[in-house]
């Protein structure tokens, strides 16, 4: 199972992203949302961060703290709580 984390300024709207993402997954991918002060916390096991569009500027900060692939969440996406389209997305960065 993909351990995906999501990443933006509270964790709170990413909350409801992470949930649908997981539920597009059909129980292939464990997904969760934190801050962004507080995700490297919870990096135990996690193969990929996706960042909310409104810090994609902390990709770089964010990929100087971690060893996994760190992406944007894409805004139309993120925007209408895509999770399946979303969840493609991760399938392609992960080539699954």
């Known amino acids: 199972m993909k351990k995906i984390m999501l990443v933006c300024n509270a964790g709170m709207s ?3 992203l992470a ?4 539920e597009a997954s059909e129980g292939t991918m464990e997904v969760h949302a934190y ?3 507080e995700f490297i916390n919870y990096m135990d096991g996690v ?3 996706l960042v909310g569009p ?3 500027h902390q990709i770089p900060t964010i ?5 996994v692939p760190v ?3 894409a805004p139309q996406h993120y925007g209408m709580m895509d999770g399946k389209g979303v969840y ?3 399938k392609k960065i992960l080539k699954d």
């Open 19 to 22: 949930k649908r993402i997981q």
């Open 47 to 49: 193969d990929l961060i």
């Open 54 to 56: 409104q810090i994609r």
């Open 88 to 90: 493609k997305e991760i």
């Open 71 to 73: 992406k944007a969440i």
């Open 14 to 16: 990413t909350g409801m």
């Open 35 to 37: 801050g962004e002060a």
């Open 63 to 67: 990929e100087a703290q971690v060893a």
